[in-house]
């Protein structure tokens, strides 16, 4: 059965909902790439609640038209389906580049592709950046620091990437994107900003995104087991999507131009993770221990001592409160799908 979260908009619809008229002199046009996807779906939200015009630039490949449907015929809002890697002219005063795919599965499942969309993707938004003088935000990933020899990891840590293991069109990817935006800052003077993204979970995952914390939940509500790859005592942060959009918006429009990680420090291992979400769904599922995945990093904590000084940031949701909402979205998913078998 088709999979529809139709019927949970968030905002509500906006021939109902009002968004702000915002002065001409106020209201910016704003790009975002990857717009159709978990993240770049609540950024569109907050961005046109605020009163701004949005184009969301995608390719579907990870997306979901009815992640931004609730927007579609507002007069400030555009959908373009469009692949980052093929150029493209558009007028905006600011981009926030996110297409990329970003859950394991389906960054490997066509490495050259998420290569070449983190590499010429970038390469064609800076471009255009340069050409018509926008500021760009790009999505970086604290997957750039690899498997980590220094923890928590501070925006000064190089990383540990082994630079032909699985992960690498993505980590690598990424890495590369960091170098092209200061590349362009230094040398066209491009305005950038660069957010090095931890694990970020909420509303509107993918239900077969493949991630841990969209696997667990729905594994749990349905009494399956709980697939945990290794023994489970790799560690991970988790932070809500609410705190996320909020840093990305503080970062774009702050004044600090260097790479800023952005994350909550709660940090579990993996089978304490699990028996979380079994506890807090009440669920009868077993924990199954499956093979490990190559190059899974052993443990991940943001040092966030750079997003509270330069941008006043910190996360508000605590991974209770993000997961009881995360746990209500999927078991209304859930309702309308029947049965779920995550990837
Ligand atoms: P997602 O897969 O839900 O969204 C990615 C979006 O990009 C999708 O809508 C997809 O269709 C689109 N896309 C992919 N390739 C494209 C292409 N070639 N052209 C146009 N559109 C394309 O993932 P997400 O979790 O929303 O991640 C968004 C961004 O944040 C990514 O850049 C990711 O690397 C970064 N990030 C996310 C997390 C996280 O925990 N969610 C962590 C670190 C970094
Ligand atoms: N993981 C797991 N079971 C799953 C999905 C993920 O044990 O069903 C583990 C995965 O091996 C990793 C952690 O959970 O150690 C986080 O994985 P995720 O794919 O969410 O994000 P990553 O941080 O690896 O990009």
């Not at 907050?46 to 579907?60: A, P, Q, R, W």
């Not at 066509?110 to 500021?135: D, E, F, H, Q």
């Not at 957010?195 to 594994?219: E, K, L, Y």
């Not at 702050?254 to 800023?260: F, K, S, T």
Request: proline share 7%; glycine share 6%.
């Amino acid at each position: 059965k088709l999979l529809s979260t139709q019927s949970i908009p968030t905002p509500t619809n906006p021939h109902v909902m009002k968004t702000p008229n915002l002065p001409d002199s106020k209201r910016k046009k704003i790009l975002i790439t990857g717009g159709a996807g978990f993240v770049g779906s609540h950024l569109t939200d907050k961005l046109m609640m605020e009163g701004h015009e949005v184009i969301v630039l995608d390719n579907f490949f990870t997306g979901q038209r009815k992640n931004v449907e609730h927007w579609m015929h507002h007069p400030r809002f555009q959908l373009v389906v469009h692949d980052v890697t093929e150029p493209i002219m558009l007028e905006v005063d600011e981009i926030y580049h996110l297409a990329c795919p970003a859950s394991p599965p389906h960054y490997q499942y066509n490495p050259v592709k998420t290569i070449k969309t983190s590499t010429m993707g970038t390469i064609n938004m800076l471009g255009l950046a340069y050409r018509i003088k926008a500021k760009i935000l790009l999505t970086s990933t604290s997957e750039i620091y690899g498997d980590p020899q220094v923890h928590p990891q501070p925006e000064t840590y190089w990383g540990n990437v082994n630079t032909i293991g699985p992960r690498a069109c993505y980590d690598e990817g990424k890495r590369v994107a960091e170098t092209m935006m200061y590349a362009y800052k230094n040398n066209n003077g491009v305005d950038v900003r660069v957010a090095r993204i931890f694990n970020t979970f909420g509303p509107r995952m993918h239900p077969n995104d493949g991630r841990v914390v969209s696997n667990f939940v729905i594994q749990s509500l349905q009494d399956k087991p709980l697939t945990i790859y290794g023994d489970g005592s790799q560690t991970r942060s988790f932070q809500y999507i609410s705190d996320l959009v909020d840093g990305l918006h503080a970062l774009m429009n702050g004044r600090y131009d260097l790479p800023v990680n952005l994350g909550n420090p709660d940090e579990y291992t993996v089978k304490d993770f699990a028996q979380y979400i079994k506890d807090i769904t009440g669920s009868a599922s077993e924990i199954t221990f499956l093979p490990a995945t190559k190059d899974d990093p052993t443990q991940r904590k943001p040092n966030i001592t750079t997003a509270k000084r330069e941008l006043g940031w910190e996360p508000k949701v605590t991974v209770k409160e993000g997961l009881q909402k995360t746990i209500a979205y999927f078991a209304r998913v859930l309702e309308e799908a029947g049965e779920i078998i995550p990837t």
